[in-house]
């Protein structure tokens, strides 16, 4: 069945570790992104990518980096993982129309860093 | 801040009673998108209203939009337990590049 799926669902890590979060699209969407979400603060936009080889930053890219070598697939990196980093990161993507097309979410990946 | 906000935080309800959600914004939009969350899982699209709309409908949801006071509401007609979740709205800002900016929600608890 088509979707969106992120892997993997939790992950505990230790500070000052490098991580990765993966999120897979099988529609061959143009837009993909990543969201975190936490308490008083809703969802909010880490990077976004229009395309293949073409990304952007969100609201809060700091401490975070992305690539997308192939339109399906959109991995995040936090390079060096801190406590404020502790989230639910959420991928998404949208077809084409534009950036502001309804977008469908993977289930989340649930991120401890200690 | 938050581009669209929710109103209220929560509510809680009695099966087939309506629920409204209100959604406020601060500058001018293309459109106005309202998702659904349920407890550990990712955020699903209910609908999607145009500026130049002022209401719309799906099943049992209804939306309108007043741009004028750059409002939305959200109704959901003989709500059943399984529509217990959490609903954002979604705006898109001219000033954010039309990227999607999402309120903090309303949690909906519908009680059987």
């Known amino acids: 069945d088509a979707g969106i799926t992120q892997s993997p669902r939790y992950k505990i890590t230790e500070t000052g570790r490098q991580v990765t979060l993966m999120c897979h699209q099988t529609w061959s969407h143009s837009y993909m992104f990543w969201y975190r979400q936490d308490l008083g603060h809703g969802l909010r936009l880490i990077y976004y990518?229009?395309?293949?080889?073409?990304?952007d930053k969100g609201e809060v890219p700091d401490g975070y980096v992305v690539s997308r070598s192939k339109t399906e697939n959109f991995p995040l990196t936090l390079e060096s993982a801190t406590r404020s980093q502790t989230s639910v990161y959420f991928c998404?993507?949208?077809?084409?129309?534009?950036?502001?097309?309804?977008?469908?979410f993977g289930d989340g990946t649930r991120l401890s860093i200690l | 801040s938050q581009q669209g906000e929710e109103d209220p935080q929560a509510l809680s309800i009695q099966e087939g009673e309506n629920a409204t959600m209100n959604c406020s914004y601060k500058?001018?939009?293309?459109?106005l998108q309202w998702y659904r969350q349920n407890s550990g899982r990712g955020l699903v699209h209910l609908i999607l209203?145009?500026?130049?709309?002022r209401e719309k409908h799906s099943g049992r949801l209804r939306v309108t939009l007043d741009t004028s006071k750059k409002s939305s509401s959200l109704l959901i007609t003989a709500s059943r337990a399984a529509d217990t979740a959490s609903y954002f709205c979604a705006t898109d800002a001219l000033t954010s590049g039309s990227r999607l900016t999402f309120g903090e929600g309303t949690q909906l608890t519908v009680n059987p």
């Open positions: 209203i145009r500026s130049n709309e």
């Open positions: 500058t001018s939009i293309n459109n």
């Open positions: 998404a993507s949208s077809g084409t129309g534009g950036i502001n097309q309804p977008q469908h």
């Open positions: 990518s229009a395309a293949a080889d073409i990304t």
